[in-house]
């Protein structure tokens, strides 16, 4: 398309959107009150209202939605081309999709019928009574879980991907050239060591890093509030103090009085309804945060987020550029009447087993319910999505696992060799570190240091680098091992390692 | 500017079976080439002037297209030239990035002017050995219209930009008249403050709308609806 088109219907689409939103009244309100201001004249009223809005830092404010809208915003579409196009363009991965959601809701479905339980049935006024009392420390009730199990787990979904196969691919001839040790067998475009130095220049050994050169301090540029120039700088780390404001700062999740209200209607929803997720959301904590060192403080918050994301229809918008697609269900009867159906859960997000590590790491930074909801909804629309659908993107967990493979394999052949060899793919003990952005594995203070990059560089990609950096790191332990189980014990505690000496030294000192 | 797509309907034309180029003897080397001849016949007696060119990919690195081009006015034999030569459609020929991408090619991209075409040959290219197959998919032609005089640039730059919509007003005052009425108070009020007299003007209530929370607030009109009284 050309590229004069392509600008102005980006532009119209932002426009769009920007349209009617709560920041467009207010600057419209301000634009209204500042013609009280002396210096505005008749004259030169459009220069002058102009030139308030800039330095009262509402323009600046306008510049971070519009940042923000590109962040999430679908590419202009050829007339010809569906909008299944736009979710992912490869018609086999659509497909693989789409029977591995069928496998998931049959699963939640049978859950339902042998337990007895309903997806969704409303509370009764005492317990509803009961719940709002007991709000802030849900984690004191002890619900019978037991006969509840997790939907499914990362090591399913790492299945699928194995199976994945490209009809037009042609594997019949083993060409030692093309030969690929690992698991993952589509042929997506992963960026090796040279390009990611590039493409990660920040990261070279000679530019000092939050965290390690903790004196080469730049200037915050908090007191700016520009998403991008905090973008830019979140690239070199965030120093502990500045983190929660510049990570809002960048993903524009502002807590406005309509967010907080937002909020405090999806609270209102929790009350009212009992949803079959709510368990397996339940059972989650129990398992994972709960148990967890470092999280289980914030078993309360946990519920508290994670509850009210399930009802949250706003998150619906993102399905237009996630390869997944909502489960649908339809009142008693009318199976296949569109207009009896009805998204479930309400958000369309089914979690799984570990679902709650991408929010336990956010409760150290953020202790006000709704500003740590805003954010982690923000996070999860733009990344923790592309951890578990099938896509082609390149951040989508299956480049993510093709790029560990393909560093490990051209960095550290030996290695993979005798991996290999003694019977264990090197995937299978990293997939379960990518699935999660290493949440639970890293010790808290290093995971926020990576998700610093992940938000910087707006891309997962640092994952993968930093699991084949890992293993780069225990390599001569590694070499040592004879079984699958050592090989396990010898990656089973993450939590002493410093993650951006890792990634410096793979990316930038390897020898190439 | 012309004829979008939409207004447009692609021209009539068949397409002939794409033609794999082979090495040596046809019958006994399989060997592919990754070279394929897509030949398309635009309708006898009736030459295209070609607006744009839309296929979807599949798997193609490379495309060629040719252009069988027979000038009306002059009775020379009609000449073959290359529009486009080599476009890639595909970053890399290893890997998927593009290979099922829908693609425009607009006649400001093609070398040279698609005007009076009998007959349009594409030559595509994949020289990487991962694929079994590779074709293009969908193939459409669209003619190129004359533009509507009348119609200029800004003309169509408004067009884009999408019209106001206006929000659901049941019940609701328009608010035009709000906002009139309410700066006709406001230029009361100014010159009550200039005049200072001690005589009472009344009440005048306008109700704020926006302390209670509404469940489907999208478009109400809230913007702007401070409570304003006066008098004493």
């Not at chain 1, 914030?298 to 949250?312: A, I, T």
Request: charged fraction near 20%; charge should be negative.
């Amino acid at each position: 398309m050309d590229e004069g088109i392509e600008l102005s219907l980006t532009i119209a689409q932002i426009i769009q959107r920007l349209r009617g939103s709560h920041l467009h009244s207010q600057i419209e309100r301000q634009a209204k009150e500042c013609l009280h201001q002396p210096d505005v004249k008749l004259e030169s009223l459009k220069e002058d209202v102009r030139s308030f809005l800039k330095t009262s830092g509402w323009e600046r404010k306008l510049q971070n939605a519009v940042y923000r809208e590109l962040h999430i915003q679908l590419p202009p579409r050829h007339p010809p081309a569906p909008p299944e196009h736009l979710k992912e363009p490869l018609v086999y991965m659509r497909k693989a999709q789409a029977s591995w959601e069928k496998r998931v809701l049959k699963s939640l479905n049978s859950m339902s019928t042998e337990l007895g339980v309903p997806l969704a049935h409303m509370r009764p006024a005492a317990e509803q009574k009961e719940l709002t009392n007991k709000w802030n420390e849900m984690g004191t009730d002890e619900p019978d879980l037991s006969r509840f199990r997790p939907v499914y787990a990362p090591k399913d979904f790492l299945e699928v991907l194995i199976g994945l196969r490209n009809p037009n691919h042609d594997s019949s001839e083993d060409i030692s050239v093309r030969s690929h040790w690992g698991l993952i067998q589509v042929p997506l475009n992963v960026r090796d060591i040279p390009h990611l130095r590039e493409a990660y220049s920040e990261l070279n050994l000679t530019s000092g890093q939050m965290g390690i050169d903790d004196h080469a301090l730049i200037h915050p540029v908090v007191m700016e509030e520009d998403s991008a120039a905090a973008q830019q700088y979140s690239r070199q780390g965030c120093p502990t103090g500045l983190r929660a404001d510049l990570w809002a700062l960048i993903l524009n999740a502002t807590n406005q009085p309509q967010d907080v209200m937002h909020y405090e209607q999806l609270k209102a929803g929790v009350i009212q309804h009992n949803l079959l997720v709510d368990n397996l959301i339940y059972k989650d904590v129990k398992l994972t945060a709960s148990n967890d060192d470092y999280y289980f403080v914030f078993e309360d918050f946990l519920y508290q987020v994670l509850l009210c994301f399930s009802r949250d229809t706003a998150v619906l918008e993102h399905f237009k550029y996630n390869s997944a697609t909502p489960p649908k269900s339809y009142i008693q009867g009318k199976v296949g009447d569109e207009e009896c159906a009805v998204v479930y859960p309400p958000n369309g997000v089914i979690p799984f087993h570990g679902f709650s590590m991408y929010v336990a790491p956010l409760c150290f930074l953020y202790n006000e319910p709704s500003k740590l909801y805003n954010v982690f909804r923000e996070m999860y629309i733009r990344y923790f999505f592309r951890l578990h659908s099938i896509s082609s993107h390149a951040s989508g967990i299956l480049s993510l696992c093709l790029q560990f493979e393909r560093l490990l394999q051209t960095h550290l052949p030996q290695l993979f060799y005798h991996l290999r060899q003694i019977g264990v793919q090197p995937l299978r003990l990293a997939f379960k570190w990518m699935v999660r952005a290493f949440s639970g594995y890293l010790s808290t203070d290093q995971l926020l240091l990576l998700w610093d990059r992940i938000l910087g560089y707006d891309s997962l990609e640092v994952v993968a680098v930093l699991a084949a950096a890992v293993f780069a790191f225990r390599a001569e332990n590694l070499m040592e091992v004879t079984s699958l189980a050592s090989a396990e014990a010898v990656l089973a505690d993450l939590s002493t390692l410093k993650v951006m000496p890792l990634i410096q030294v793979f990316l930038f000192a390897t020898a190439m | 500017m012309s004829g979008t797509p939409d207004d447009t309907k692609p021209v009539n034309f068949t397409v002939k079976a794409p033609v794999y180029l082979q090495i040596g003897d046809a019958k006994a080397d399989t060997a592919h080439s990754g070279v394929c001849v897509v030949d398309v016949n635009l309708p006898f007696g009736k030459p295209v002037n070609i607006e744009e060119v839309t296929f979807k990919n599949y798997y193609t690195a490379y495309v060629t297209v040719r252009l069988l081009r027979r000038n009306p006015e002059q009775e020379a034999p009609a000449k073959w030239c290359t529009a486009v030569r080599d476009l890639p459609l595909m970053d890399n020929p290893h890997t998927e990035g593009g290979s099922q991408d829908y693609y425009t090619i607009h006649r400001t991209q093609m070398q040279v002017e698609p005007d009076h075409v009998v007959c349009a040959r594409l030559i595509l290219r994949q020289p990487s050995l991962a694929w079994l197959t590779f074709s293009l998919e969908d193939i459409q032609i669209f003619p190129h219209t004359e533009p509507d005089p009348e119609k200029e640039v800004s003309d169509w730059l408004s067009d884009l930009t999408l019209t106001d919509q206006h929000p659901d007003l049941e019940g609701l005052p328009d608010p035009q008249t709000v906002s009139s009425s309410i700066q006709q108070m406001w230029a009361l009020t100014e010159v009550m403050q200039t005049n200072q007299t001690t005589a009472s003007i009344g009440r005048f209530d306008v109700s704020e709308t926006h302390s209670q929370p509404h469940l489907s607030c999208n478009e109400c009109v809230h913007d702007g609806g401070d409570v304003i009284t006066f008098g004493r």
